[in-house]
T-cell receptor, first 114, second 115 residues
Framework: AQRVTQPEKLLSVFKGAPVELKCNYS??????LFWYVQYSRQRLQLLLR??SRESIKGFTADLNKGETSFHLKKPFAQEEDSAMYYC????????????????FGKGTKLSVIP | KAGVTQTPRYLIKTRGQQVTLSCSPI?????VSWYQQTPGQGLQFLFE???????NKGNFPGRFSGRQFSNSRSEMNVSTLELGDSALYLC??????????????FGNGTRLTVT
């Protein structure tokens, strides 16, 4: 079974402070990991993918296989970063079956205080 | 490119009724996935269709069903509605299965309220 855990429902930080949104996963194989974001009154959208090792809007995420974590980080929070953030894992539902499923964590609401 | 379009945006139904939700994917996308979003459970996978075939199914009762048409448009049906079915239903399209090379593009959702 695959599982994604985001331990914080709500995270409040001051503008300019560092941000770390935690994500832990459980999966027996090599997962594909994502962060999706939902800004107020907007649709859920992809923020970044692990494989790209990209920095989007100043956010980065590093996969730590030993700790099975994929935390999202940004050195200096901006007010426009306030949103709901979802960590997601794409994995094979049943070994060898070729049946894949994208599993989401329950999300963390980031609030950046001006 | 037009985004994923879901209709209707809002629905109010009575317990025991059935409902059909519609999703038009981004042009060229052949995979359509459905998710149920609630405050308590977050985003839960319902099913995924690819080229008119159901490729994956989540752990929902048989009252939840779907289909995909030859133009990739998809419908989701819920029969014998229960109060617990009240949720935001999200549709997402992708070129393949939603992995690294084909991330999901979401619609705005259909807000279903069962009274």
């Amino acid at each position: 079974a695959q599982r994604v855990t985001q331990p914080e429902k709500l995270l409040s930080v001051f503008k300019g402070a560092p941000v770390e949104l935690k994500c832990n996963y459980s999966y027996s194989g090599s997962p594909e990991l994502f962060w999706y974001v939902q800004y107020s009154r907007q649709r859920l959208q992809l923020l970044l993918r692990h494989i790209s090792r990209e920095s989007i809007k100043g956010f980065t995420a590093d996969l730590n296989k030993g700790e099975t974590s994929f935390h999202l980080k940004k050195p200096f929070a901006q007010e426009e970063d306030s949103a709901m953030y979802y960590c997601a894992l794409m994995g094979e539902r049943y070994s060898g079956a070729g049946s894949y499923q994208l599993t989401f964590g329950k999300g963390t609401k980031l609030s950046v205080i001006p | 490119k037009a985004g994923v379009t879901q209709t209707p945006r809002y629905l109010i139904k009575t317990r025991g009724q059935q409902v059909t939700l519609s999703c038009s994917p981004i042009s060229g996308h052949r995979s359509v996935s459905w998710y149920q979003q609630t405050p308590g459970q977050g985003l839960q996978f319902l099913f995924e269709y690819f080229s008119e075939t159901q490729r994956n199914k989540g752990n929902f009762p048989g009252r939840f069903s779907g289909r995909q048409f030859s133009n990739s448009r998809s419908e989701m049906n819920v029969s014998t509605l229960e109060l617990g079915d009240s949720a935001l239903y999200l549709c997402a399209s992708s070129s393949d299965r939603g992995g690294y090379n084909s991330p999901l593009h979401f619609g705005n959702g259909t807000r279903l309220t069962v009274t």
